[in-house]
């Protein structure tokens, strides 16, 4: 009997990896299934995008579907995935109930990205000017609706080890649910680096990150009206770059070229860009997961200077490639003395290279990954058996929401 290797993906937008750190993790998803022989169909109810990745190229099947309707009934039974990948946890609120229902052997795999319920409840800490608490989660609403989501799904993929722990100790969630994915790289390798400019053929500092998402808005307005006026009064002739996909207009009024602040827009080349520039500045004051900029410096050599929260759960004991500081002051003065000595620069190169190859190769997780899924595919009766709380939460979603969807199918009637 053959066995049935089709995943279906539904996106909540269709993938832009050179727009995002999402974009490229979803490409990653799309590129382990495909290298174990797996059929994929991408379906998402996003319009599309001048950015958005051709997958269609990569023979991936692709799928526009529509939200609240019973035409996703009739194609997900026409697909008849053995996995269902869900795109963050809105996408399994709208077509979990549908999965389950109309293709209950499916494996139902829940991509978290980041906790959406972390960077919420930061963000709203941040806003009340305050120390953020893991008590906050508690009671952060969107916390109740991405921890339904991951108890009703048999596997929810993690990109951020902080986030592991936060979800066993703080929301109890049984190890067996969960499964550290990060985004990955290939091996680093000395030479490589020497197709890089060098120190000494490097200028200016940068900043990369896609303007839709709150956190790197937040972290440019933080540079112009605090940090960078510090470097600039000691490096007088120095740049500021800021890069990033879909600039808003108050983005982009910030430019200012007596200030030598730079808004670019999106980077047609960002391996160019980041390699390029002497240090990447990454002043997050909140946010989640691991920060796909961060990692990108390091691949391409450069050294950066961020905060705890940018960060987290990316070098693990290993020394930073920069430096890690939360006062304005200090990390204003960090990134003068890494941009001014050329020592520290090699050394900060070398730190990258390093947490690179001890915690970000491909071949730490793609074959454990795979066989992870069809662990759990032989054994899906007894996982969901012992996920008590998430078939209960499964059985009232369905009704509950099949009946909002179906109200909502006839209100657009």
Known sequence: MKVNKSVLIIGLVWPEPNSSAAGLRMMQLIELFQ???????????????EFMFDIAT??????????????FDLFIKKCNPSIVVFDRFIIEEQFGWRVAKHCPDALRVLDTEDLHCLRSAR?????????????????????????????????????????????QNIFKID????????????????????KFPAFSQRKDFMFIGNFLHEPNWNAVLYLKETIWP????????????????????????????????????????????????????????????????????????TPSITTTIG???INGNLPWNGS??????????????????????????????????????????????????LFLQNNLKSH???????SMLQHHTVNSAKYMSRWIEEKNK
């Open 123 to 167: 963000q709203n800490a941040w806003i009340e000017k305050r120390e953020f608490l893991d008590s906050d989660l508690l009671i952060e609403p969107v916390s109740k609706r991405e921890i339904a989501a991951i108890l009703r799904c048999d596997l929810a993929l993690i990109i951020s080890e902080f986030e592991i722990e936060l979800l």
């Open 58 to 71: 990569l023979g991936v099947i692709k799928q526009p579907i529509e939200l609240n309707s019973e035409s």
């Open 324 to 373: 890690i500081e939360n006062n304005p002051e200090i990390f204003a003065q960090k990134a003068i003395e890494l941009y001014k000595e050329e020592g520290l620069w090699s050394q900060a190169q070398k730190n990258g290279m390093s947490i690179i190859n001890s915690r970000f190769l491909k071949s730490f997780f793609a074959a454990d990954f795979i066989k992870k899924l």
């Open 384 to 390: 969901r058996t012992n996920n008590f709380i998430g």
């Open 311 to 313: 960060a987290e759960a």
């Open 230 to 301: 510090i470097i600039r009064e000691k490096l007088p002739t120095a740049n500021l770059k800021i890069y990033g996909a879909y600039p808003s207009q108050k983005t982009l009024q910030l430019n200012n070229n007596k200030e030598n602040f730079f808004i670019l827009g999106r980077a047609n080349d960002a391996k160019l860009a980041i390699s390029q520039a002497k240090i990447l500045l990454a002043p997050l004051r909140f946010g989640a997961g691991i920060k796909g900029k961060l990692l990108e410096a390091m691949q391409y050599g």
């Open 35 to 49: 290298e174990n022989d797996f059929e994929i169909t991408f379906a998402s109810p996003a319009q599309e995008s």
């Open 175 to 194: 190890a067996a649910l969960l499964y550290y994915l990060p985004i990955f790289t290939d091996a680093l390798i000395h030479n490589e680096f020497n």
